[in-house]
């Protein structure tokens, strides 16, 4: 496509629609740069619509180069209704008769059967189906399809597949089924709040706790420097401390100067019986040589 249209416009860029919305690439649509290519990866019912790639020639001039239609059906139910509900289906084909100007056909089949067909009208102006009150036999596939109506042209005998919807039509609830939902969002909620109440009471009372023990410290505090019996009491047994003190060191100079004393005592005798028996030595040497003499 992209060559196509580089040859011919060489300046146009080109933008992909689906019904008529712009399709940004996201991961599971994806626009192939070389060639210009739409490529949808894990498709689902909510792709289904019709596809157009449009160029854009001048500011305000686009033209529509390519149209596809997609419809994708699902293995499980798309809309769950309740018997006697109403409920509405998307034809998906609007931007269908904003591209051809001759008029279009919409018809609606419900598992393979025409079920309503809008001659004298124009996709433009139904864009939905609505069933008032649904039957069980509502259940099944729902497919509208898009055609061209009393026109000579190429598009004359095309018809689009627009849209294919699951519809499952359930028997209405019971009161008790009805309730659990209320029930199970009213009890979820009664936890939350018990468990938000719980932590706040804890919170508290950590506080209070702590709040009390500081009030009984202060006060305790208050009242020791406050009461003069205490006061005394804790002079009294200062100054005793203080005087047992003076008095053990009063006891260790006495001890001291009692063992000095001694000491030098000690010392004295030591020395006069030393001095006692160096004199009686040098005599008795005296005596022995004046005996010598005599002899001699």
């Given at each position: 496509?992209?060559?196509?249209?580089?040859?011919?416009?060489?300046?146009?860029?080109?933008?992909?629609?689906?019904?008529?919305?712009?399709?940004?690439?996201?991961?599971?649509?994806?626009?192939?740069?070389?060639?210009?290519?739409?490529?949808?990866?894990?498709?689902?019912?909510?792709?289904?619509?019709?596809?157009?790639?449009?160029?854009q020639l001048e500011p305000k001039s686009t033209t529509t180069v390519?149209?596809?239609?997609?419809?994708?059906?699902?293995?499980?139910?798309?809309?769950?209704?309740?018997?006697?509900?109403?409920?509405?289906?998307?034809?998906?084909?609007?931007?269908?008769?904003?591209?051809?100007?001759?008029?279009?056909?919409?018809?609606?089949?419900?598992?393979?059967?025409?079920?309503?067909?809008?001659?004298?009208?124009?996709?433009?102006?139904?864009?939905?189906?609505?069933?008032?009150?649904?039957?069980?036999?509502?259940?099944?596939?729902?497919?509208?399809?898009?055609?061209?109506?009393?026109?000579?042209?190429?598009?004359?005998?095309?018809?689009?597949?627009?849209?294919?919807?699951?519809?499952?039509?359930?028997?209405?609830?019971?009161?008790?089924?009805?309730?659990?939902?209320?029930?199970?969002?009213?009890?979820?909620?009664?936890?939350?709040?018990?468990?938000?109440?719980?932590?706040?009471?804890?919170?508290?009372?950590?506080?209070?706790?702590?709040?009390?023990?500081?009030k009984i410290k202060k006060k305790k505090s208050a009242k020791t420097s406050k009461d003069?019996?205490?006061?005394?009491?804790?002079?009294?047994?200062?100054?005793?401390?203080?005087?047992?003190?003076?008095?053990?060191?009063?006891?260790?100079?006495?001890?001291?100067?009692?063992?000095?004393?001694?000491?030098?005592?000690?010392?004295?005798?030591?020395?006069?019986?030393?001095?006692?028996?160096?004199?009686?030595?040098?005599?008795?040497?005296?005596?022995?040589?004046?005996?010598?003499?005599?002899?001699?």
């Amino acid at each position: 496509m992209k060559n196509a249209i580089d040859s011919r416009y060489p300046k146009a860029k080109a933008t992909w629609l689906l019904n008529g919305e712009v399709i940004y690439a996201d991961g599971k649509k994806e626009i192939i740069k070389d060639n210009q290519d739409l490529q949808i990866i894990n498709a689902v019912p909510k792709d289904s619509g019709v596809y157009t790639c449009v160029i854009q020639l001048e500011p305000k001039s686009t033209t529509t180069v390519s149209l596809s239609t997609l419809t994708v059906q699902n293995d499980i139910p798309d809309l769950i209704v309740e018997v006697g509900r109403p409920f509405h289906l998307l034809c998906n084909g609007i931007l269908l008769s904003r591209i051809f100007p001759s008029k279009l056909v919409q018809k609606w089949f419900h598992n393979s059967t025409l079920y309503k067909e809008f001659k004298d009208s124009n996709p433009r102006d139904e864009k939905e189906l609505n069933v008032k009150s649904s039957n069980y036999s509502d259940s099944g596939i729902w497919l509208c399809k898009i055609s061209e109506l009393g026109s000579k042209s190429i598009w004359s005998s095309r018809e689009w597949v627009t849209n294919v919807v699951r519809v499952q039509v359930r028997p209405p609830l019971t009161l008790i089924m009805r309730l659990i939902p209320f029930a199970i969002g009213s009890a979820v909620g009664l936890v939350l709040i018990t468990m938000i109440g719980l932590i706040y009471f804890i919170k508290a009372k950590i506080a209070l706790r702590r709040k009390g023990k500081a009030k009984i410290k202060k006060k305790k505090s208050a009242k020791t420097s406050k009461d003069p019996k205490q006061s005394k009491a804790k002079k009294k047994s200062e100054g005793k401390a203080g005087k047992d003190s003076k008095k053990s060191e009063d006891k260790k100079d006495k001890d001291s100067k009692k063992s000095k004393g001694k000491k030098d005592k000690d010392s004295k005798k030591s020395k006069g019986k030393k001095d006692k028996d160096s004199k009686k030595s040098k005599g008795n040497k005296d005596k022995d040589s004046k005996k010598s003499r005599k002899k001699k």
